[in-house]
């Protein structure tokens, strides 16, 4: 299949695979191929749609087509001192579109939200071939269901994101980095205890028994905290944050990784394979067993993602955490409602469907 | 007895009501007419209907089995919190019951380390903030109609407030919610943790106006309470002028805590109702509040301050005590039933618009008054660009609502041919069911019906709300009209 350079052209990919019942397998820049369940399907090579269709700093949103690549938005709202605040990661070449539907978002998380949270309206191709919108580029929004917000993280399975809007926000006038030497328990303690306190905390990073505090804010607010807080400005900041968004930091090297996503206090699960802490407590990366990594997530309160593992594993285990069997009837409704024959990333995000 | 007057009816009321006795007591279904009159509509009384009968359950299981009876006899069921809706969504449906959450009003938990509370669907909004409090956290939406409305309707309307540009909506600000199906299933959705396994559920319950499912439990984030907040007040001799400061302060790199406009004709009828100090004289005030740490606060001040100033302000002053912050937000807080203190009734509309496009709106909005013979008082989530144009009509005067409608209506068409929406924080309801054929076409509005049918392939949940037939909007005659081209060749362009 030749790739798509437009709208036109994924509306009549999708319907010849709709006619013909081929399954497709959706890709902007491939960033994230090594995630979710496993591809399938022929390639719908969606790199031609790009380019930024409207940007409003005023307004706080900015629209692009599907493949645009998040350097590329990131490198425009940088001009007008503004940001994707999800801090999404690249890993290369990522595009805004397969940002949006693997729903990855980076270390200030904890503070601004996840990527959901400032998806303000899309254009999708359905399973069928329909050309379908949904929110827009306001702020506010209710009328009808909240389609654009529940396409993030649906790993393409929905429909085919062909150009979506995010709300954009201002940079923070001054970021500043703490260190703090602490173990896992007293990190997790110490976090969750600044978490309840109006500190301009914007990222958090716990590795190797040193916990890293970024702030973020007005230079008032960031000076208080500081002097508050106490602890060690840290060493090339810039660096420490991006290779921690971008997993190049050795806390994630290794071909095996668990992310487990639990309310911000649980404990410590006592998994000796832990292996980095991020989003105040929230998310917390591991290497290990498969059972042990998924019940101590149960037990958390949380669920586990096997997030980058080898390809046996992945067809084993599945990515993400299994779904109640009432949830997962609603899913394979929801599915059908966009997607009635199946064929759009199928097994991506769950092996039913 | 359960009244029965409809001949057409499928509902059998006299058997309905023997099934619900099964597993109601009787302090918990209402059948009479004096006792179901006060549940014949919500905050927008324009609209009026009187179920068959109004379950207040007081358990989940009994929630369950009032929907699995409705579901077995084919019984529309209407979801309600507090009334408070201003779009009809939680109006009665005649040949159905209301299911009243009101009972379900206690606070489950307070996590002060976790910062987050599980509450049950009736509990109060403002509640929520006050059994914080004392960790010094708070919840962050919060509706003017926070000491009513719950967090039932909260989640159903996906509601707002004044310091939603900031820290988020709703549905930002819901973890997890415990929902039961129509079919009397019940579902977790989202989770005290991140990021839910599979589709963002949450996402597309919260808004969906009581269409989906019910909601018997909701899980929310505390925050910590800022240590400071201080509101600066600017007034302005044109509300273009206002506008313009307005992107002027996002521009900036600023997002003030809350950031409201309010006409002339607001400022008039609110002052002597609640005395906040508003100047008279000017065309338009903006409120932008500060909040965070003392320096953080004068710091931020000081630049809104100079951006207003180079914006034209005329005047601006800035609150000196948490006494006149409350005052200078009492009277936005208190907007509407000021406006309803000078006029018989009136009639909030909600429409949202890119913020660049409030003084062409507003200027749109004069004409109309004219052409409907209506005054029109404006206050506006300047932030995020949502207006709330409140029309001030009598509903003893015949036709006066349904120019009172006419109007609202062609306000709420205009967002959409601006850029906007026909709703920000309000809902949809039974109000702007018409207007959905004009945001939406057909396609979007086909998949709206699919949703609906995943959670309730029968469409008992709120039926007639929210997402209208097609054949409905064919009715309205606006189906030819699509997305994007010029709506109105009519209106004068400004
Ligand atoms: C003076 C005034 C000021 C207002 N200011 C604001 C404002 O600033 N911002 C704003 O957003 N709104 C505002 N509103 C509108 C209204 O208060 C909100 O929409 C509120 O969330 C409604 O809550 P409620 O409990 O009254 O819900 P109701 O009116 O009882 O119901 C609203 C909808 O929710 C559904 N519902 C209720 N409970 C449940 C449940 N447990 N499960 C499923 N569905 C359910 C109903 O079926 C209905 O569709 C205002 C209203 C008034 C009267």
Redesign the pocket.
């Given at each position: 299949m030749p790739p798509c350079s437009g709208l036109d052209d994924i509306v009549s990919a999708v319907r010849a695979a709709h006619d013909a019942a081929i399954p497709l397998r959706l890709r902007g820049a491939g960033s994230k191929d090594f995630y979710g369940g496993m591809l399938a399907g022929e390639l719908l090579d969606l790199s031609g749609c790009r380019g930024i269709v409207a940007y409003e700093p005023t307004e706080l949103y900015l629209t692009a087509r599907c493949a645009t690549p998040l350097a590329e938005i990131e490198a425009i709202l940088a001009e007008k001192d503004q940001m994707l605040a999800f801090e999404p990661p690249l890993f290369g070449g990522a595009t805004v579109g397969g940002c949006v539907a693997a729903g990855l978002s980076g270390p200030r998380r904890q503070q601004a939200g996840a990527v959901r949270d400032f998806v303000l309206g899309v254009k999708l191709v359905d399973g069928c071939g329909q050309v379908l919108n949904f929110g827009g580029q306001v702020m506010k929004n209710v009328a009808g269901y909240d389609v654009s917000r529940l396409l993030a993280g649906s790993m393409g399975t929905l429909g085919v994101i062909a150009e979506v809007t995010l709300k954009v926000l201002p940079r923070p006038p001054l970021e500043t980095t703490l260190v703090f030497a602490c173990a896992e328990a007293e990190a997790i303690g110490r976090l969750n205890d600044w978490g309840g306190r109006p500190l301009p905390i914007s990222a958090s990073f716990w590795h190797a028994d040193r916990l890293f505090l970024r702030l973020s804010g007005a230079r008032a607010a960031v000076e208080a905290a500081r002097r508050q807080l106490g602890g060690e400005a840290a060493m090339n900041p810039e660096l420490l944050w991006d290779s921690v968004r971008e997993q190049s930091h050795p806390a994630f090297a290794g071909s095996l990784l668990w992310r487990l996503a639990v309310p911000s206090a649980a404990p410590c699960p006592g998994l000796r394979e832990l292996r980095a802490i991020e989003w105040g407590g929230a998310q917390r990366w591991y290497d290990g067993e498969a059972e042990a990594v998924r019940d101590a997530a149960v037990r958390l309160g949380g669920h586990a993602v096997l997030y980058r593992a080898p390809e046996s594993m992945r067809c084993r285990e599945g990515a993400f955490a299994p779904l109640a069997p009432a949830l997962l009837a609603l899913h394979r409704r929801l599915k059908r409602a966009f997607d009635p024959k199946g064929i759009l990333n199928p097994g991506r995000l769950y092996a039913e469907f | 007895m359960l009244k029965s007057d409809n001949s057409q009816c499928c509902v059998d009321p006299a058997n309905l009501e023997r099934q619900l006795r099964r597993f109601l007591p009787q302090h918990c279904l209402l059948v009479g007419e004096e006792d179901l009159r006060p549940y014949e509509c919500?905050?927008l009384t324009a609209y009026r209907e009187l179920p068959l009968a109004v379950c207040l359950p007081e358990t989940e299981a009994q929630v369950i089995d009032i929907l699995r009876t409705c579901h077995r006899l084919g019984v529309p069921v209407?979801?309600?919190?507090?009334?408070?809706?201003?779009s009809g969504?939680?109006m009665p449906h005649a040949q159905g019951i209301v299911l009243s959450?009101a009972r379900f009003n206690r606070i489950l938990r307070i996590d002060r380390l976790a910062r987050l509370a599980v509450v049950q669907?009736g509990v109060r909004n403002l509640a929520v903030s006050e059994a914080a409090a004392p960790f010094g956290l708070y919840y962050a939406p919060d509706?003017?109609?926070q000491i009513?409305?719950?967090l039932?309707?909260?989640?159903?309307?996906n509601?707002?407030?004044v310091h939603c540009l900031k820290y988020g909506l709703t549905v930002h600000n819901v973890l997890r919610i415990r929902v039961v199906s129509i079919e009397g299933e019940v579902f977790e959705i989202g989770s005290e943790a991140p990021d839910a396994p599979g589709y963002d559920l949450l996402a597309l319950m919260i808004g969906s106006?009581?269409m989906l499912?019910?909601?018997?439990e909701v899980t929310v984030r505390l925050i910590p309470k800022p240590e400071l907040a201080q509101v600066v007040m600017a007034s302005f001799a044109d509300v273009a002028r206002a506008g313009d400061a307005v992107a002027a302060i996002i521009a900036a790199g600023i997002i003030p805590a809350g950031l409201e406009m309010m006409d002339k004709a607001a400022t008039a009828a609110v002052e002597p109702f609640v005395k906040a100090g508003y100047d008279l004289a000017a065309e338009a005030i903006l409120l932008c509040e500060s909040d965070g740490t003392p320096e953080e606060v004068a710091e931020e001040i000081a630049r809104v301050t100079g951006v207003l100033s180079a914006a034209g302000a005329s005047e601006i002053r800035v609150s000196q005590s948490e006494a006149e912050r409350l005052r200078f937000w009492a009277g936005r807080k208190a907007a509407?039933?000021a406006v309803g203190r000078i006029t018989p009734d009136y009639y909030c509309m909600d429409g949202t618009i890119p913020r660049k496009r409030l003084a062409e709106m507003l200027s749109a909005i004069a004409v109309m008054e004219k052409k409907y013979g209506l005054r029109c008082a404006n206050v506006f989530h300047a932030g995020d660009g949502n207006l709330h144009p409140l029309i001030m009509y009598d509903a003893s005067q015949p036709g006066n609502w349904q120019r009172a409608e006419a109007f609202g209506a062609e306000i709420l068409e205009l967002s959409v041919a601006l850029g906007g929406s026909i709703t920000g924080?309000?809902?949809v309801?039974i109000e702007k069911i018409n207007q959905m054929c004009v945001q939406y076409a057909t396609p979007e509005i086909e998949a709206f019906h699919r949703i609906k049918a995943a959670f309730d392939e029968r469409g008992l949940l709120?039926p007639g709300?929210a997402v209208p037939s097609l054949h409905r909007c064919a009715e309205y005659g606006r189906m030819h009209v699509h997305r994007g081209d010029l709506k109105f060749p009519e209106l004068e362009r400004f």
């Open positions: - | 919500d905050g209407v979801a309600r919190g507090a009334g408070t809706g201003l969504g939680a959450l669907p509706p003017s109609s009513a409305c719950t039932g309707g909260n989640v159903a309307e509601s707002g407030g106006e009581g499912g019910v909601v018997t509407f039933p924080e309000h809902g309801g709120n709300k």
